[in-house]
Structures are given as structure tokens and as C-alpha cells.
Nanobody
Framework: QVQLVESGGGLVQPGGSLRLSCAAS????????NGWYRQAPGNQRELVAA???????KYADSVKGRFTISRDNANNMMYLQMNSLKPEDTAVYYC?????????WGQGTQVTVSS
């Protein structure tokens, strides 16, 4: 059974940092394209950052230069380092793993940026 479990969310002040983690079981993370998505109330789920099996990364324009996605293949983990957080980064953050035709999601972790 495949499970993706996010952790590391919480409340942080504007300008602060958080690191999200995603632990995978039942799959080998490095064989998949992995991504972080977020969904704010009333909005559609959007891609924040992704990393391919080969290690190539891409970011949403809104987080470029502030967020960094990484993966630890040895420990089957993925991370999202979030710096210079803004109130508009507030959302539930989800990790994903996809390799056609399969796709998996975590349950999400809340990130709230507020003073």
C-alpha cells in the first residue's frame, strides 16, 4: 500500500521559514516525478514545485527564489524549504508522486503565514 505523509506545516510570521517533509512508503520516490502542490480556500490546487526522477526541478513563478524542492533517495523523503514566506503562501500543502499511469497524494499539511 502506498502512503505519502507530509509534516512540518504550522503557523509562521511573514518573512519566516518552514521546511515541509514528505515520507513515502510502498514506492521508491526517486523513480517518480515528485511535486508539492497547495490549495488555499476557494482556490484550485496549484503546483508549487516539482522534481523529476532525474533531478530536474521547476517552480511556480510565485515561489521562485524563495522555495527549494529536494529529495533524499536513500531515505525515500522529499522536502520543500520555504523562505521569505508571505501571507499569500497560506494554504494546505500536498506532496505527490506520479509516473504514468499512477499517481499518489499525501493528506496535506496546513501552512499559515500571519502576524
Amino acid at each position: 500500500q502506498v502512503q505519502l505523509v507530509e509534516s512540518g506545516g504550522g503557523l509562521v510570521q511573514p518573512g519566516g521559514s518552514l521546511r515541509l517533509s514528505c515520507a513515502a512508503s510502498g514506492i521508491i520516490f526517486g523513480f517518480y516525478t515528485n511535486g508539492w502542490y497547495r490549495q488555499a480556500p476557494g482556490n484550485q490546487r496549484e503546483l508549487v514545485a516539482a522534481i523529476t526522477s532525474g533531478g530536474s526541478t521547476k517552480y511556480a513563478d510565485s515561489v521562485k527564489g524563495r522555495f527549494t524542492i529536494s529529495r533524499d533517495n536513500a531515505n525515500n523523503m522529499m522536502y520543500l524549504q520555504m523562505n521569505s514566506l508571505k501571507p499569500e503562501d497560506t494554504a494546505v500543502y500536498y506532496c505527490s508522486a506520479s509516473r504514468d499511469p499512477s499517481g499518489y497524494w499525501g493528506q496535506g499539511t496546513q501552512v499559515t503565514v500571519s502576524s
